[in-house]
């Protein structure tokens, strides 16, 4: 940097790097960490300035260090006067541990520091870490105790599909056939080699079927695939893992077999015959029917809160279906009907299926509790189906309490779209007297329900209006337009839905860049600094 102003300005060339005096080369580690120092205190004050009075939310990541360090990463969210949605990175903060205490220690101590008023705080966006998410000791908890109003919102909500996969693998058998799963996929594709033998067997798989006349013919059908692996970080893999086997589970099953039985294999024929035991288990094929299903049902809503511009009236429908779908599952109707589908793969595969009346024998420590009269049926019914749907239904739960599903239904009527078919203004000033008491006086709420109306009115009739499909770029028009200062009340509303991150996309964009944030060395913090003041002048 210095020889490249040195290269525009004869006068700076003349007094830097070989020409500066012995004790003022200014390229020294202490110099560069003051200089960087200078450079996020000018950007921070930046920030503090932009935000102002208005009300905002805070989102913490927590991530290490190369030197094992606990770093936390903070990020504000909020509106600026120009009614533009903001997320600004704001500082990495050294913990000395996770605990719930400590982490909200030092975020009053940031907060303070820059004159944040914690009585502004609107909204809380975390991971699910108990740490984190804990109803009662969790940091969200702890703040909500000085700030009832900073209502807590997941911040991979729109992640629905890792969160309900974390929640389930809370059940051991499911934990462990995940496990199993991914043993099986690797032993079967994890060579060049091993992914020819799937290829030729699919191949033969379906010139077999084609001769029995069991699949259909045309363009595009009957295609070549491959397993996918699970990862925990990429979404709606676990749903594409488990449905890639259980389409090609025959396929799958048949190279294990000729793994398991090459004697030219050496070590590796252990790994076939063990992931083919794996494969064929009444238990494996059982719970790899069931999180099919489990998964099948929550994908929908996984996409829907996926998607950047959001359609929140049928994502709070979507919401509503797949817990009602789920209970609807757990009943003993929905049991016999599961039962059967998986009778059925069974009977296609040539896996036996266990007497349901036999006393199962728990394994483990667990054996030393098991009840009297434990049958299979009771074992896979409540141990596990039961068990992991209670799991998925606590997590939806969670995510989408009381006070989420009203602030969604807040944002969803507000939205002039299809003529303002599900607006109510005494429905929404309701609501608001409710999640937002401390922003409203008793004389506001008469205001905003007569604003609401005009809107309404002036929304049917506007051109502008009419292309609006957000509220972040509702809360833009009106600024641009000059509405917010006639519909002041509305605009205030509508600012406070937007902060929380439950009305736009994520905010998870705002986590994933910090994730680089691994490091402590002299370079990358230069590169994150002028990130941060190329993030400013945008």
């Not at 704001?90 to 907060?111: D, I, M, P």
């Amino acid at each position: 940097m210095l020889k490249l102003l040195g290269e525009f300005n004869p006068d700076i060339a003349a007094v830097i790097l070989e020409n500066a005096p012995r004790c003022s080369s200014y390229i020294s580690h202490e110099i560069q960490q003051d200089i960087l120092s200078i450079y996020a205190m000018k950007v921070r004050a930046h920030i503090r300035r932009e935000i102002g009075d208005a009300k905002f939310s805070i989102l913490v990541d927590e991530t290490c260090d190369v030197a094992k360090r606990e770093q936390m990463a903070i990020v504000f969210r909020f509106v600026d006067k120009d009614g533009v949605l903001q997320e600004r990175f704001f500082q990495l903060l050294h913990v000395r541990n996770t605990k719930s205490l400590t982490l909200k220690g030092a975020l009053c101590a940031e907060l303070s520091k820059h004159s944040f008023d914690v009585q502004n705080l609107r909204g809380q966006g975390y991971d699910g870490a108990s740490n984190m998410k804990g109803e009662f000791n969790g940091l969200q908890a702890l703040f909500l105790k000085d700030c009832p109003y900073a209502y807590y919102v997941h911040c991979y909500a729109h992640r629905l599909q890792l969160a309900l996969v974390a929640a389930s693998k809370d059940v051991v058998p499911v934990s462990q056939f995940f496990q199993k799963l991914l043993f099986i996929i690797n032993t079967v594709d994890s060579s060049s080699k091993r992914h020819d033998e799937l290829h030729d067997a699919q191949i033969l798989e379906l010139a077999h079927l084609l001769d029995i006349d069991q699949i259909d013919t045309g363009k595009g059908a009957n295609q070549i695939r491959a397993l996918k692996r699970p990862g925990d970080t990429r979404w709606g893999s676990h749903l594409a893992s488990v449905s890639s086997l259980m389409d090609m589970f025959k396929v799958v099953s048949s190279v294990l077999q000729t793994i398991g039985s090459d004697a030219t294999a050496g070590s590796n024929r252990a790994d076939g015959d063990t992931a083919f035991n794996y494969l064929t288990s009444y238990e494996f094929a059982f719970v790899l029917c069931m999180m099919r299903e489990i998964l099948g049902i929550s994908e929908a809503l996984g996409k829907a809160l996926q998607k950047k511009s959001q359609d929140i009236v049928n994502a709070i429908r979507l919401v509503s279906s797949t817990k009602a779908l789920l209970e609807q599952m757990w009943s003993d109707n929905g049991w016999e009907y599961f039962y059967l589908q998986v009778v059925e793969f069974c009977a296609d595969h040539g896996i036996d299926v266990p007497d349901m009346n036999e006393t199962y024998i728990l394994r483990g420590g667990r054996a030393r509790r098991q009840p009297d009269h434990f049958t299979k049926e009771r074992y896979f019914r409540v141990e596990i189906f039961r068990a992991t749907l209670d799991s998925q239904l606590t997590e939806l739960n969670l995510k989408f309490n009381e006070k989420v599903m009203g602030l969604l239904s807040i944002s969803g009527t507000l939205i002039p779209k299809h003529g303002f078919a599900s607006f109510n203004a005494k429905d929404i000033c309701k609501m608001v007297g409710k999640y937002y008491p401390a922003d409203f006086t008793q004389q506001d709420m008469i205001g905003l329900e007569h604003q609401s109306n005009h809107f309404a009115h002036d929304a049917s009739n506007s051109e502008d209006l009419k292309k609006i499909s957000t509220l972040t770029s509702l809360c833009r028009c009106l600024v641009v337009t000059g509405r917010h200062m006639i519909y002041n009340f509305l605009d205030r509303l509508i600012r406070l839905l937007i902060t929380l991150p439950v009305s736009t996309a994520s905010a998870e964009r705002a986590f994933s860049s910090l994730k680089i944030i691994k490091t402590r060395d002299c370079a990358t913090r230069w590169k994150i600094i002028i990130l941060q003041i190329v993030c400013w002048y945008k």
